[in-house]
């Protein structure tokens, strides 16, 4: 499996782990046998620097892009060819409007946890990849990209033809 372009979103959140977990030597090595020529981090509200990354930055091995927001992150979705999104729902709905193989990482430290459930029923249709920051590395390695199906488009007449029922009806 040949990921070219990462890209990795946090969002808005604070979702340290997701960073740290591609913060290191051992990411690092298998994000260039994964074949990453670019890797960009969006790293939302933090305080947490990615500190070995920024250190790789003037390697030259990968291209690394770091920042923490952006009022658009759809230029960097649409370039990916690959993308690590935390499991929020925009996030995870932009990268498959695109058709972006994507791993949702879910943040297992959250409390009734909602990113877990929208990632395993997509996950569950194969529309996407679930993972957790401790096992994404060999998430990544397991990654059939083929097994992915595509996501449905929205049927944008499903609602108005609703309405038209009602109205229809009430008449």
Known sequence: MVFERIFVTVGTTKFDELIQSL??????????????QKLTLQIGMTD???????????EGEILIDIYSLKPSIKED?????FVISHGGAGSILEAL?????????????LMDNHQMELA??????????????SNLLEAMTSLSVDQLVP???PDITFFPSIIDEIINFEN
């Open 120 to 133: 395993s029923s997509l996950a569950s249709n194969n529309h996407v990849f679930t993972s957790t920051p």
């Open 77 to 81: 979705m649409e370039d990916a060819t």
């Open 151 to 153: 996501f449905p488009n």
């Open 48 to 58: 947490f620097v990615p500190s070995f990354l920024l250190e790789k930055q003037d």
């Open 97 to 109: 409007g695109m058709e972006k193989p994507t791993i949702v990482v879910v943040n297992d430290r």
């Open 23 to 36: 913060n290191n030597q051992e990411a690092y090595e298998n994000l260039i046998q994964f074949g990453c």
